[in-house]
């Protein structure tokens, strides 16, 4: 009996697992910040710099905007942590505005 309740549990959290890992993503741009100096900046800097040290300014961040997009996009990034929706949207609407360096 204790073995079945232990089962039953593991089978629990693990689908309640993955549904947080695999709860999707949509970009919505209608209120989003899309400042990199307010916006964008601090968080890349506070949360993605300390591995990616090509990050630590304008022109790293952009000429990488693409690729991070995707990684923000499906969670992926930052490793090891995770971003709200809001701080989703700050990164992947200022890139959708075309990355300026506003
Ligand atoms: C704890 C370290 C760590 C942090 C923090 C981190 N990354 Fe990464 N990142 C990695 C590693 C390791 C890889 C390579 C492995 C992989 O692709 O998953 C990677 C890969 C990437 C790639 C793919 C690069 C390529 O050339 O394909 C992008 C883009 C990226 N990270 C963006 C970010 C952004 C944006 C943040 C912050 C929101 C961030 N990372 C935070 C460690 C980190």
Redesign the pocket.
């Known amino acids: 009996m204790k073995k079945l309740i232990f089962v039953l549990a593991c089978t629990a959290l693990l689908s309640s697992c993955k549904k947080n890992t695999s709860s999707s993503y949509t970009p919505d741009c209608s209120g989003a910040a899309k400042s990199f100096a307010t916006d964008v900046f601090p968080l890349?800097n506070g949360?993605?710099t300390?591995?990616?040290t090509k990050?630590a300014n304008y022109t790293g961040i952009s000429g990488?905007a693409s690729?991070?997009r995707s990684?923000?996009v499906d969670g992926?990034?930052?490793?090891?942590?995770s971003f709200s929706s809001t701080q989703k949207n700050a990164i992947v609407c200022w890139i959708d505005n075309g990355a300026p360096n506003n």
């Open positions: 890349v949360n993605c300390g591995c990616h990050y990488d690729l991070i990684r923000i992926s990034m930052p490793k090891g942590g």
